[in-house]
Structures are given as structure tokens and as C-alpha cells.
């Protein structure tokens, strides 16, 4: 059974899942998908051709879906929202459609989003990521799975930000964040690795070692990053977890969040 509040107005071409619920004042419109179990609160706007996961909670205030805040936005450009199900969006959240004729904006599964985040155009969000409140990201920015994203921090368009990687509160992030380390500043600067944001998303002991001497060798000797990663990949050729590092590196076009030479005596210690 569809529950819609007689206050609400969804579009009857909308296709709206079993069991939701849509309460007072939501706006959902033609081309909108919703799946089953999901809950709108209430003064919800879900635009565009959007589509909400199941089993979702979205709070009140949020829009999902609204046209790109990008001045190259064409009228009339058909775009694409997607996110995953199982993902929780709290008050004033805000996740926009992407920008050029069918590109996309997509959030994973099992996400949160705390209040007055926000999701720009072109964006890819994992699954199991925490975007803490007031947390922004640019355009076209990559977030990695099990990333957690501090309160109040700001990413850079076309930055990315690895896999089980965590952004500290109030961050500038300018350059991309190696998968499974912290980065804190302003700017922000990788410093250590997330060792306990790895132990929550499963990661073993040894896989944990492993990242924590490889983050050694790439930043805390006085290697040329070339031969650091060389010396990296010799090393560990079995780990798909320091290949996940590499990769990052590799493929970076904004360069990378580097440890400041300052931390590193406080990364011997741990």
C-alpha cells in the first residue's frame, strides 16, 4: 500500500514503489522513480529523471534531482540522479543532476547524508559513505565506498577522495586523498592512514599493516613519489589494496593531498 499525505502532489506518471510513504507537502514529479519502503517526511522536492533507491528515509527540506547549479547547463538538457538504496538523507540535503545531455549523478547504496550536505552535478558517491553535516562537494568529484566525509569540509570539483578514506571536519580539499588514509587542513594534507575507519569496514589486521608501510614508503622517506610507487609495487604485487593506492595516484589530475613534512614525526609514532 502507496501512502501519499493529501497535502502532497506526485505526478501521475511518477512510479512509486510498494509500501512508501509520501507525506504532506513533497513535490515528486513525471519522471521520478521511487522504490518500495522508502519514506519522504515531508516538504521534499524530488525532480528531474531521478531515481531513489528502497528502503530510503528522506527528511524534510531535501531536494534530490534539481537542475545543475553549473552556468554550462543547457534548458531543455536531459540529465540523470540516481541513488541507491537503503540511504538515509536528513534535513536541507541537496543532490543535483548532472550537467551535459545524459550524464549522470549517482549516491550508492547504505549511504548518509546529515543535514545541509550537498551532492553536485556529475558526482559519484560509493556505497557506505558518510557525508557529516554541512559537507560539500563540487562537481564532478569521485567519493570512494566506506569514505567518511567531516562536517563543514568543502571538496574541490574533479577531486577524489579514496575508498575507506576519511576528510577531517572544516577541511579544504584541493588534491585527491589516497584510498584508506585521513587527510585534515586547510588545505587539507593526508596524514596518516584510517586505521580504524579500515577495521569498520572489514578490513583485516594484516591489510592494515600492509597500507600503513606502504603510505610509509610513498611519503616518509626521502624517495621521489616515481620511485616510491616503484618500490611499492615490487613489494607488495599481491595486495589489491596498495594496487588501489597506485591507481589513484596514477590516474590523479589534480595531484595529490601530500603529508606536510610537519606530521611526519607524529606518523612515526603510531
Avoid at 59 to 67: D, S
Wanted: proline share 3%; aromatic share 6%.
Amino acid at each position: 500500500m502507496i501512502q501519499v499525505d493529501k497535502h502532497a502532489v506526485v505526478d501521475p506518471k511518477a512510479e512509486v514503489g510498494d509500501n512508501c510513504t509520501i507525506g504532506p507537502f513533497c513535490r515528486v514529479g513525471p519522471n521520478v522513480r521511487i522504490g518500495a519502503n522508502s519514506v519522504l517526511q515531508s516538504n521534499i522536492v524530488v525532480e528531474g529523471h531521478t531515481t531513489l533507491g528502497e528502503e530510503c528515509q528522506v527528511f524534510p527540506f531535501v531536494t534530490l534531482g534539481i537542475q545543475s547549479q553549473d552556468q554550462k547547463y543547457v534548458s531543455g538538457t536531459v540529465t540523470y540522479t540516481k541513488i541507491g538504496d537503503r540511504s538515509t538523507i536528513r534535513e536541507f540535503v541537496s543532490i543535483h543532476s548532472g550537467t551535459e545531455e545524459g550524464s549522470l549523478t549517482s549516491v550508492g547504496d547504505d549511504c548518509t547524508l546529515l543535514a545541509q550536505s550537498h551532492v553536485a552535478h556529475n558526482c559519484q558517491v560509493g556505497n557506505h559513505v558518510v557525508m557529516s553535516h554541512a559537507a560539500t562537494l563540487g562537481g564532478h568529484v569521485i567519493i570512494g565506498d566506506h569514505a567518511n566525509i567531516g562536517g563543514l569540509s568543502a571538496i574541490h570539483q574533479f577531486c577524489h577522495v579514496g575508498r575507506a578514506a576519511m576528510v577531517g571536519g572544516m577541511c579544504r580539499v584541493i588534491q585527491d586523498v589516497l584510498p584508506f588514509t585521513i587527510a585534515e587542513g586547510f588545505p587539507a594534507h593526508m596524514r596518516v592512514i584510517n586505521k580504524v575507519g579500515m577495521e569498520r569496514a572489514g578490513y583485516s589486521s594484516e591489510e592494515i599493516a600492509e597500507v600503513r608501510k606502504a603510505f610509509r614508503i610513498l611519503f616518509m622517506r626521502e624517495l621521489r613519489l616515481e620511485e616510491a610507487v616503484k618500490q611499492v609495487q615490487e613489494e607488495f604485487r599481491k595486495s589489491a589494496n596498495i594496487q588501489l593506492m597506485i591507481d589513484a595516484i596514477n590516474s590523479s589530475q589534480r595531484g595529490l593531498a601530500r603529508p606536510d613534512s610537519a606530521m611526519f614525526e607524529i606518523n612515526v609514532s603510531e
